[in-house]
């Protein structure tokens, strides 16, 4: 739980610039019909870290 914490506390602002990036380029990808597999794999795993880490804070509070 302690990796989350810190996870949550010093890389959620790196992951969410990740997202970000990730979701703008997919979204660009699309709209020229290429592929996105890539870009849909870091999607997911940033987004995958973001909730799962702020869930497991969440849950390590009570």
Do not use: G, H, Q, R
């Amino acid at each position: 739980m302690i990796v989350f914490a810190f996870i949550n506390v010093y890389f959620m602002p790196i992951l969410a610039i990740i997202f970000c990036l990730n979701l703008v380029e997919i979204i660009k990808k699309v709209k020229k019909d290429k592929p996105t597999a890539t870009n849909t794999f870091w999607l997911t795993i940033s987004f995958a870290l973001i909730v799962w880490s702020i869930a497991i804070t969440s849950m390590s509070a009570w």
